[in-house]
């Protein structure tokens, strides 16, 4: 299938794009949030606080809206662009939007930082082709009965316009099912993070329909390698003018974001948590905000590597207990060995050798401290040993 969108596939790249100053495609995940629709200054409002107080880096807003019915809510046009860039500098957040037809392109590029092409214009050429020469980000969203290669041949015509910056959304096919609004395809993808260096993000919302399905499923998609979420949000779903059944309360979308950094962790990954401080109303971050994230993302990691440490405590405490019931010698000097060696073999990053080997012997006589209490021993110096012959 590659070789018919040679600037899509994968190779041995991997594209992080910007929207703003916020990276998607690396190892922290994004979370892109906000209403379906501008309605109106306050809502719009308190949709993007709700989605900043959950950590959500990039914040959605429909200007306008593509609806399948001619009378349904189309969005406030230019007003509702110029809502969504005054709140997005509020906040503190980027924006991004959908655009419907080439002509709108250079309006919403002026307001927004990133474009958004929707399921229904995804085949669309000269929209893509407008957009792709904005300059401006794109986010691709999957036609609702497009294939993969579909879905790339379309970032391929975005690609041929010199801008190599777009993320893929998978947000939902149509399948025979009713049940939910459209069918997330998990498996989908799993197969395009194999098949092209873009970034690929999810849209639960869309794909299920149903509030009570979207956090469910954003996990899903985390799980099978999707490099962030979007999620609608509304401060009050059930008046929502579009996609009420769909919109997250601000409890709905914390306890999303929280149960999100918790499957991060266990993939190797982290979900930026909720700021420390409230952002300025003047239009400016309380702080540089790449400082701020990367404070947040720091904790996040410490917090991850305390919460590492004490299930290592327990793991050990349980192998104490069993080793003593058996009457097995509960210290193994060449199982220590063998775990150094592991962890050397394992280490890719900028951690040293050396530095390495500090941790391990660290960990090693905090273990001893705290669960086997054997009274001195120096496994530190047996380690030590070990290391020196391992070199």
């Not at 807003?61 to 969005?75: D, E, I, L, V, W």
């Not at 893929?168 to 459209?182: A, K, P, Q, V």
């Not at 993939?267 to 300025?280: C, K, M, T, V, W």
Request: aromatic share 2%; with cysteine.
């Amino acid at each position: 299938m590659s070789a018919v969108f040679p600037l899509a596939e994968r190779g041995t790249r991997a594209t992080v794009v910007e929207i703003g100053d916020v990276e998607i495609g690396g190892r922290e995940l994004v979370l892109i949030a906000g209403p379906c629709s501008v309605e109106s200054e306050e809502q719009l409002r308190a949709a993007a606080l709700a989605a900043r107080a959950a950590g959500a880096l990039i914040l959605r807003g429909g200007a306008f809206k593509p609806r399948t019915s001619p009378y349904a809510f189309q969005g406030l046009g230019k007003e509702g662009l110029a809502l969504l860039r005054a709140v997005g500098d509020e906040v503190g957040l980027p924006v991004v939007t959908e655009v419907l037809e080439p002509r709108q392109v250079p309006l919403v590029a002026e307001h927004a930082d990133a474009i958004q092409i929707g399921s229904r214009n995804m085949h669309v050429a000269p929209l893509l082709r407008a957009a792709g020469a904005s300059g401006r980000p794109v986010l691709l969203k999957r036609g609702m009965s497009a294939t993969l290669e579909e879905l790339l041949l379309a970032a391929e015509t975005i690609l041929l316009e010199g801008n190599e910056n777009v993320v893929l959304c998978e947000r939902g096919i149509r399948t025979f099912d009713s049940y939910t609004r459209n069918c997330l395809d998990v498996g989908g993808i799993a197969a395009l993070k194999r098949l092209t260096h873009l970034p690929v993000i999810a849209d639960p919302s869309h794909a299920t329909g149903r509030r009570e399905l979207v956090s469910s499923a954003a996990l899903a998609a985390v799980a099978a390698g999707a490099d962030g979420l979007m999620v609608e949000t509304h401060p009050d779903p059930d008046s929502a003018r579009s996609d009420a059944d769909q919109q997250l309360t601000k409890a709905e979308i914390a306890d999303l974001a929280e149960r999100t950094r918790h499957l991060a962790l266990a993939i190797g990954r982290s979900l930026s948590p909720p700021p420390l401080a409230e952002p300025q109303h003047d239009g400016r971050r309380s702080d540089d905000g790449l400082i701020v994230r990367l404070r947040e993302a720091i904790s996040a990691n410490d917090r991850s590597i305390v919460e590492a440490v004490n299930t290592r405590l327990e793991l050990v405490a349980q192998m104490r207990t069993h080793k003593d019931s058996r009457g097995i010698p509960f210290h193994d000097g060449a199982r220590e060995r063998q775990l150094l060696d592991e962890l050397h073999a394992a280490n890719c990053g900028p951690l040293s050798r050396e530095g390495l080997e500090v941790v391990v012997l660290a960990l090693l006589e905090l273990t001893r401290r705290e669960v086997i209490r054997e009274g001195p021993h120096d496994h530190a110096r047996e380690m030590a040993d070990a290391a020196a012959s391992a070199r």
